[in-house]
């Protein structure tokens, strides 16, 4: 699990990175380089997805030993992770035109697939595992071939539409300009999403020192924790194409009041469902263990986490709304300071001289509130958006539109 969330985390956020220009020249009507921009971003997750793919399959079982898994489970990780990361190239062209349809406003065709690909991989998995006797070969299977599926059918729509964006393969070029304000776009989005889970890996060994309950309830609490953080990054999403789209329209006054509004919406969510988890943290943990002692100490952690979600959507929020302008290094390096960096700080100096289980879930809220309170002084103070207007309308930085 920690090895696959660190590579498909990477082409999650690559992908949304790279769908940033895709609604900046959705918003600026100019179809003639959105279509560029559509074709040069997908041949560049299949560039990068076969890269990706023959590097993790020739190192993935020096990794696997390196993390001291047992001997009884190594083959059947290692056929597992081998078939997953040779599907990275279906992965990554799933997301990126899941990511394109967003950017240019059609989030429901996403959501349709998506419903298509589980289902698909429900009825894979079982054809695999219980007829054809797969085991874990047939669980990686079905999932890789499920996320093919789901490009296959986002690429159909995109290619089979009479919009102005249609794609035409026959017709893609690349292009210097274009790719290299893709990548300079895309790149950190990934490279903090390998961040965030190098930090997490580090957090879950320090939850392991407390042993099998407090592993089991840290489990737990990752189940429900997954809903909230869902939401968040839903909210997340729109707010960044939605400033794309007014950024490239030269709507300015716009795109801040969307975000604004965005995160006026995602507090007031963030807060209730947050309610929610602090009432009936017992309940919810009950869904999940049967234990006792285990549902005591997931409730601990509920304690110090509940109150603390709210200030993680001024980060989600604020940089979304940065990135969609077009800046991505600079989010990337506050979010990877403050909220990751400080993780491993927390951890490394102040959990030895305070072993306790709430003190390792104490590293959250208190990385979440320093990074917000970055991110709101630099969005408020940072001149990000007149750095971005210039960047997109000087002739020596060879944008798109220009070229």
């Known amino acids: 699990g920690s090895i696959t969330f660190l590579i498909i985390g990477f082409c999650l956020g690559l992908c949304s990175g790279f769908a940033i220009p895709v609604a900046q020249r959705f918003g600026s009507r100019d179809y003639k380089e959105l279509r560029r921009f559509i074709g040069n971003a997908v041949w560049l997750c299949v560039g990068f997805g076969i890269v990706l793919t023959v590097l993790t399959v020739i190192f993935c079982r020096n990794i696997l030993e390196l993390m001291g898994t047992p001997a009884d489970i190594i083959d059947d990780a290692y056929a597992y992770l081998v078939v997953i990361f040779a599907g990275i190239p279906a992965t990554f062209l799933y997301n990126m035109l899941a990511g394109i349809q967003r950017a240019i406003g059609d989030s429901r065709m996403p959501l349709y697939v998506l419903i298509v690909c589980c289902l698909a991989n429900v009825v894979l998995d079982l054809l695999f595992v219980v007829v054809f006797h797969w085991g874990v070969f047939g669980v990686a ?217 709430q003190m390792v879930a104490m590293n959250y809220p208190v990385s979440w509130v320093i990074t917000a309170v970055i991110f709101v002084i630099y969005y408020l103070r940072g001149k990000w958006l007149d750095r971005c207007i210039k960047r997109e309308h000087d002739p020596q930085h060879g944008t798109a539109t220009e070229a």
């Not at 194409?241 to 507090?267: E, H, I, P, S, W």
């Open 141 to 357: 299977f079905a999932t890789i071939l499920s996320q093919l599926i789901s490009a296959v059918l986002l690429m159909i729509r995109l290619m089979g539409t009479q919009e102005a964006y249609r794609v035409e393969l026959r017709k893609i070029r690349f292009h210097k300009d274009i790719l290299k304000n893709v990548v300079r776009i895309g790149l950190p989005a990934g490279l903090q999403s390998v961040m965030y889970s190098f930090s997490n890996i580090l957090i879950q060994a320090s939850i392991n020192s407390f042993g099998t309950t407090a592993i089991a309830a840290w489990a737990a609490i990752g189940k429900i924790d997954g809903f909230i953080w869902m939401v968040m990054n839903a909210f997340g999403i729109a707010v960044t194409t939605f400033a794309g789209q007014n950024f490239g329209a030269r709507q300015y006054d716009r795109m801040k009041r969307c975000t604004r509004v965005g995160l006026g919406m995602c507090l007031g969510t963030i807060i209730a469902l947050s309610a929610l988890l602090f009432i009936f943290r017992y309940q919810l943990l009950m869904f999940f263990t049967g234990d006792a002692e285990v549902v005591n100490i997931g409730a601990q952690f509920c304690l110090v986490l509940a109150p603390s979600y709210f200030t993680f959507v001024f980060v989600e929020i604020l940089s979304g709304a940065i990135r969609g302008a077009g800046e991505a290094l600079q989010p990337m390096l506050i979010t990877c300071i403050g909220a990751c960096g400080l993780r491993v700080v927390w951890i490394l100096l102040v959990v030895p001289y305070w072993h306790t289980m």
